[in-house]
C-alpha cells in the first residue's frame, strides 16, 4: 500500500464535513485530516482483505461513468447526485466501449493476483437495471447497451489464459424471462 497514492476527492457535505468521494455515504468528519486517515485505514483493511481471501466476486455494473478531472479517478456515482456539487470543470462522463471494459477487467484481475495470487475471480454481471443515463438515448436502450456490452466482455476475458477465473450467471438467472416476475417488484 502506497500512502503516497493519489486519493480521491475531497467532498463537503450540508454541514460543511469531509466526505470520500469514492465513499459519499458512508461517516464523515469534521476535518480533511481526519478523513484521509481513515482513508489510508480503509484502504489497508481491504489490501488485507484481498490478501487472506480465497475467493472474491466482481460484480460488473454500467459502461457509464464519471471521471474526476482531477485525479483521473472513476467515480461511484454522478458527482452532485446526494451530495457535493456537479461542475463540468472537475468532472467528465465517460460511456465506455467493449475494449476498453475488457483491458480494464483484466487489469483489475491483474493488480489482485499482485496482492493474492492464489486468489479465485468469479466474475458478474448486475442484473439491477440503468434507471437513468447520460448519454442521448433512453435509459432502456442505455441499459441494454451497457448490459449487452459487459456480457460479450465478461465472455471475452473468460477466453484468456487466466487462472482460477470463473463466470456466475446472475443476470441470467434474475433476467430470464420465465421468472421475471418472481425476481423483480413492479416498480
Known sequence: LNKN???????????????????????????????????????????DAIKESSILVFTLGLTEHWIDKETSLCLPQVPGCGLGDFDSHNFEFRNSGLFEVVDEIIESIELLKTINNNLSVILTLSPVPLVATYTKVSAVEANIYSKSLLRQAISLVLKKDISKLYYFPSFEIMTNPHFLNLNFKNN
Open 5 to 47: 497514492s493519489l486519493l480521491p476527492r475531497v467532498i463537503n457535505d450540508k454541514e460543511n464535513r469531509k466526505r470520500n468521494s469514492f465513499r459519499p455515504n458512508v461517516i464523515s468528519y469534521d476535518n480533511e485530516v481526519t478523513l484521509r486517515k481513515d482513508d489510508l485505514n480503509h484502504l489497508a483493511n481491504i489490501y
